[in-house]
């Protein structure tokens, strides 16, 4: 398995609430991604990282935002969650870019806005 | 847009039984494609990757095949087992990995 981990696992929190969830890696690996994952819609790209300090927006951006201090973590804001926010999180990480681009994914945070 | 569509969304066999399950995505200008399997609660595994100059690539019991000219690719697992039974994803990478829904398969003893 890929050396990703995502804390917390789960999490249940009030509406307005701030919220962060961290993805480590132990792979050294330069791309990082934080995707949702919803019935009907599927796997959704947030945000993702392409070095230190290097981030960009995904497809479903609007009310988060991210950091990426460390090659080894990178971490998803919600600065006041919403019952939109419902999800399961996925982080994932990649090597490289296009050609070669495997992506191996964490084990997922199940978080809850009441 | 790129858009992935994964047929049947939920797929029922008897194990040992050989299966197909199919792809399609409507741009063909990709990287490769990638199949993963997610149990219940869990992540994503990654099963094959498949760059876009390869038709097809084997692992075990699966083998997944790419026909980037019409838009698809199949995952076969053969002789399928009880262990089997997942959601199964396939993800197609141009700028972005762009994901299908997926197909729940269930392998009945």
């Known amino acids: 398995d890929a050396g990703i981990t995502q804390s917390p696992r789960h999490k249940v929190t009030e509406t307005g609430t701030p919220v962060t969830l961290r993805c480590h890696q132990t792979?050294?690996?330069?791309?990082m991604y934080w995707y949702r994952q919803d019935p009907g819609h599927g796997l959704r790209l947030i945000h993702y990282?392409?070095?230190?300090?290097?981030?960009d927006k995904g497809e479903v951006s609007d009310g988060y935002s991210v950091s990426r201090s460390k090659t080894e973590d990178f971490l998803l804001t919600l600065e006041s969650a919403t019952s939109s926010q419902t999800s399961v999180y996925f982080c994932?990480?990649?090597?490289?870019?296009?050609?070669?681009?495997?992506?191996?994914f964490g084990p997922g945070t199940r978080l809850t806005v009441l | 847009k790129q858009e992935v569509t994964q047929i049947p969304a939920a797929l029922s066999v008897p194990e040992g039984e050989n299966l197909v399950l199919n792809c399609s995505f409507t741009d063909s200008a990709i990287y490769n494609l990638q199949w993963f399997r997610q149990d219940p609660g869990k992540g994503l595994t990654s099963l094959l990757l498949?760059?876009?100059?390869?038709r097809e690539q084997t692992s075990g019991r699966l083998n997944a095949s790419l026909d980037k000219s019409s838009g698809r690719s199949t995952l076969y697992i053969a002789a399928s087992q009880p262990g089997d039974s997942a959601t199964y994803l396939c993800?197609?990478?141009?700028?972005?990995?762009?994901f299908g829904q997926g197909t729940r398969l269930t392998i009945n003893p």
């Open positions: 792979e050294n690996h330069r791309y």
């Open positions: 990282s392409y070095g230190v300090k290097d981030t």
């Open positions: 994932a990480i990649s090597a490289r870019e296009g050609l070669n681009s495997e992506q191996f």
């Open positions: 993800a197609v990478r141009a700028q972005k990995l762009v």
């Open positions: 498949i760059q876009s100059s390869q």
